[in-house]
């Protein structure tokens, strides 16, 4: 018999603020976090100039130079984070975390930046220099994961989902795959990405930034006719996933059910998405749920505001729900902050579900006629009455994610 999976723990650090309820409230302010990045100046052919980092955040004082040794800022975001998810469950003092029944599901797009390029500068220099026995543990794509395990001596599941722009909805769906499963009895789950120049330029040299460096509080605007691309944020989340039995005998209290988890890949193009094989993540997970896309009140959106990414993204939900369902973008208030964005979003959406009221996706004056014709959520924003929510992501390599939250009976 499955398991019940249920979200008793979040935590976030975000351009939107660094703990749960100023991040909400700041959705309220319907103002986006982005800015001009001055440090994006000394980088010639560099298009954009625009960011949204996590300001607020600061490493945690009792996080010691010997805790913090092998963790790049990435590293630090995602441990400090999971400390904080895990005490608002209540767990950080509990046997649990260290008995073997809790694992971790976590991931980011890449290590830290940082140490990947004390590396380049060794081969280039053939010197070295900079490097020390914590410089690959900070680079590795596993580093968000072990980092977390090794601070809290989890001993369970291992499950590192660096799986670039879906990392952190991707952890989630993994862990409550195993808990659900029966494998483990707590996950601690999500993605992070830190904010650097090298992954602004990827974006940026395949033409994918917004170039409205004057007017920074203007973009990004997915899904408007007017988008001319997408800006980076930074952050982390991180959801404390238990079974539902364990977590009602300890009275623990409960944000949300986790019902419905999908995920494809489509096989076709490493940076053009595929509506087709989107919208199957879409369905798999309206299968995994065992309910009606009737039943879904509100889907938060990808929305990156590129092109073709809106456009298919749109169609492939179109073609799944074959209505004008409720939609809108986090993006448009925090940039993409990569791995971290499927985390972010989940813990925004669980809040907007719970509170009745959901976000408007800033900047959307025209909807773009080439997106399907959904309920694009705009203005104040919307009241509505729902049990049930969707937040999807899509990722480079064509991995496309679909995770379902409810509200608990």
Known sequence: MKKRVVITGMALASPLGCDVKTAFDRLKTFENCVRYSKELDEYENMNTRLAAPADSFVTPEHFTRKVTRTMGRVAVMSTAVS????????????EIVSNGQTGVSYGSSSGSL??????????????????????????MPQTTTVNISLYFKTKGRLIPT???????????????????NGYETVMIAGGADELHASHIAIFDTLYATSLKNDTPKLTPSPFDKARDGLVLGEGAGTLILEEYEHAKARGAKIYAEVIGFGTSTDGTHITNPCHETMGSALSLAIEDAGISPDEIGYI????????????????ATYDVFKRAVPISSIKSYTGHTLGACGAIEAIMSIEMMNSGWFAPTLNLNNVDENCAPLDYITGDGRKIDTNIIMSNNFAFGGINTSLIFKKID
């Open 114 to 139: 940082e140490s990947i390029i004390d590396f380049y500068t060794m081969e280039k220099e053939k010197k070295v220099r900079g490097v020390n026995s914590g410089s690959y543990i900070k680079m």
């Open 162 to 180: 660096s799986t670039a722009c879906t990392s952190g909805s991707m952890g989630i769906g993994y862990a409550y795959e195993a808990i659900k």
């Open 300 to 315: 938060n959106a990808h929305g990156t505001a590129t092109l073709q990414g809106d456009v298919a993204e749109t169609i």
């Open 83 to 94: 400390e904080q998810a895990l005490a608002d469950a209540e767990l950080l003092e509990d």
